[in-house]
T-cell receptor, first 113, second 110 residues
Framework: NAGVMQNPRHLVRRRGQEARLRCSPMKGHSHVYWYRQLPEEGLKFMVYLQKENIIDESGMPKERFSAEFPKEGPSILRIQQVVRGDSAAYFC???????????FGNGTRLTVT | GENVEQHPSTLSVQEGDSAVIKCTYSDSASNYFPWYKQELGKRPQLIIDIRSNVGEKKDQRIAVTLNKTAKHFSLHITETQPEDSAVYFCAASMGRKLIFGQGTELSVKP
C-alpha cells in the first residue's frame, strides 16, 4: 500500500515564477492537508481539502496561494509569483476520516532564488 | 485562538535516561492528540496518539498522558537510545484539522 506521494521532492524557482506541488493521498484516503515547515520550525497548517472541496483554508496566505483536489488526479498546491520567503518544505498529509491520524508524504522542498 | 505550546524546545539526555516533553492546547473541544517524530530531512511519522476519553496510553518505551481539565498532555520516553534522537511534535485537533506544537529537538548521548 503506497503511502502519500509527493512530487517533486525538490523544486527550485526564480522569484516571480510559479510553483506547483503535487500530492497523491494514500489509497482509501479522501482527506488531504497541506502544511508548511520553515527551517527549524514547526508544521504550520495551510489548507484542508476533500475531493473537489476546500474545507478549511484558514492557514493559506490570502494572495498568491491556492489549492485544489480535483475529482480525478492529485491535490495541487499552487504558489504564484514566488518570493524568497516562500522557500520551505511543504508537506502533504492524508487521512481516511476526519479526526484520524495523518500520514505524511516526504515533502517538497521549495527553494526560491 | 488555535494554539499548541510545546516545551522544551531542546532536550539533551544520556542514553538510558527518560525524556519528557509537554504540550498545552487552547481549544477545550480538542479530542485527539497525536505525537510525531521527524528525523532530519524526513517526513513526520506518527509514534503514538491518544483520545480525550483516555487519560494515559503506553506503547513499549513510549507513553502519553492527558489532563483535559488543565488542557495539557505529555510524551514520556523511557530507556532512551541514540536512535530516539529526532524532533518530536505534539498536535491537537482543532476543528477538522491538526495544529502542531513548535517541536522539541531531542538528543540522546551515548
Amino acid at each position: 500500500n503506497a503511502g502519500v506521494m509527493q512530487n517533486p521532492r525538490h523544486l527550485v524557482r526564480r522569484r516571480g515564477q510559479e510553483a506547483r506541488l503535487r500530492c497523491s493521498p494514500m489509497k482509501g484516503h479522501s482527506h488531504v492537508y497541506w502544511y508548511r515547515q520553515l527551517p527549524e520550525e514547526g508544521l504550520k497548517f495551510m489548507v484542508y481539502l476533500q475531493k473537489e472541496n476546500i474545507i478549511d483554508e484558514s492557514g493559506m496566505p490570502k494572495e498568491r496561494f491556492s489549492a485544489e483536489f480535483p475529482k480525478e488526479g492529485p491535490s495541487i498546491l499552487r504558489i504564484q509569483q514566488v518570493v524568497r520567503g516562500d522557500s520551505a518544505a511543504y508537506f502533504c498529509a492524508s487521512s481516511r476520516e476526519t479526526g484520524e491520524a495523518l500520514h505524511f508524504g516526504n515533502g517538497t522542498r521549495l527553494t526560491v532564488t | 485562538g488555535e494554539n499548541v505550546e510545546q516545551h522544551p524546545s531542546t532536550l539533551s539526555v544520556q542514553e538510558g535516561d527518560s525524556a519528557v516533553i509537554k504540550c498545552t492546547y487552547s481549544d477545550s473541544a480538542s479530542n485527539y492528540f497525536p505525537w510525531y517524530k521527524q528525523e532530519l530531512g524526513k517526513r513526520p511519522q506518527l509514534i503514538i496518539d491518544i483520545r480525550s476519553n483516555v487519560g494515559e496510553k503506553k506503547d513499549q518505551r513510549i507513553a502519553v498522558t492527558l489532563n483535559k481539565t488543565a488542557k495539557h498532555f505529555s510524551l514520556h520516553i523511557t530507556e532512551t537510545q541514540p536512535e530516539d534522537s529526532a524532533v518530536y511534535f505534539c498536535a491537537a485537533s482543532m476543528g477538522r484539522k491538526l495544529i502542531f506544537g513548535q517541536g522539541t529537538e531531542l538528543s540522546v548521548k551515548p
